[in-house]
């Protein structure tokens, strides 16, 4: 019972797993990073409903096969009082976490449970081992082809450029960036009576995508003069400090 209980959530899991993940199927794909976003949705949807099946799933399947041995149930009267019983322990799943949504899922999966567990043993001596390996690969290869078929059909990763990494490293807010250009240029203004120069810079570092953005504070005020830098390494889609040069402005510094 235990290996044919199992059996039936390994394609319970996978029958939600594509069943859910289908809507975020996008192929001939809008964006190069189709690929990512259907596989970590995929992941995501197979982290709550792969365990809940093969722990929730198979121990209530157990138990109500038991509790229908233990009152001598057969034939249609068994297949409907476990089925009803499937699917009402199926929907209460959702109140675990309070959640509707959980709720429909989990009715969903204890239908396709069920059905799947009654037709294994009706189905599977028909097959011979290696019918039986297909079957079992099956669901895999699907997800595979799914996967191939959205990275052929997306259009090619743009090349991330200088202007690019400006953009990124200025995207944020609530910092000391915020104070400086959102392309490359100078701003001027007085604060406190200096005359104050704000500047965004960029340079390639030799690594492909990899760039250097400077942010550069100068200030005059007659013979005194300063400057500070605040430098960043950023490649598409991180950002890092590489420190600061200079000292800090002596007026208080403002948007």
């Not at 949705?41 to 929730?56: C, G, N, R």
């Not at 059905?115 to 011979?128: G, H, K, W």
């Not at 400057?227 to 948007?255: D, F, L």
Request: net charge positive; hydrophobic share 45%.
């Amino acid at each position: 019972m235990v290996a044919r209980k199992m059996l039936a959530a390994y394609f319970t899991s996978w029958i939600v797993v594509l069943w859910v993940s289908f809507p975020s199927l996008n192929v001939g794909g809008a964006t190069w990073r189709v690929v990512g976003t259907y596989t970590s949705w995929a992941f995501i949807i197979a982290l709550y409903a792969v365990p809940s099946i093969f722990v929730y799933g198979i121990l209530v399947s157990s138990l109500v096969e038991l509790a229908a041995k233990k009152l001598k149930l057969a034939g249609f009267m068994e297949w409907a009082v476990s089925g009803c019983i499937h699917v009402i322990l199926g929907f209460s799943f959702g109140l675990i976490f309070q959640s509707s949504l959980f709720s429909i899922m989990g009715g969903a999966a204890a239908v396709l449970f069920f059905s799947i567990d009654m037709m294994i043993p009706q189905t599977l001596p028909l097959f011979r081992w290696r019918k039986y390996v297909t079957l079992i690969t099956a669901p895999l290869l699907l997800f595979g082809v799914i996967v191939s078929a959205l990275y052929l059909s997306a259009p090619p990763k743009p090349p991330f450029t200088p202007n690019d990494a400006v953009s990124f490293a200025t995207s944020g807010s609530g910092s000391t960036i915020d104070w400086f250009p959102k392309r490359v240029g100078i701003t001027k203004r007085q604060i406190e009576g200096y005359e104050v120069e704000r500047e965004t810079a960029v340079v390639e570092t030799g690594v492909k995508e990899q760039y250097l953005v400077y942010f550069i504070e100068s200030w005059r005020k007659g013979e005194e003069v300063g400057e500070h830098r605040m430098i960043y390494e950023v490649t598409r889609g991180t950002m890092g400090a590489k420190g600061s040069e200079g000292t800090e402005p002596p007026y208080q510094r403002s948007s």
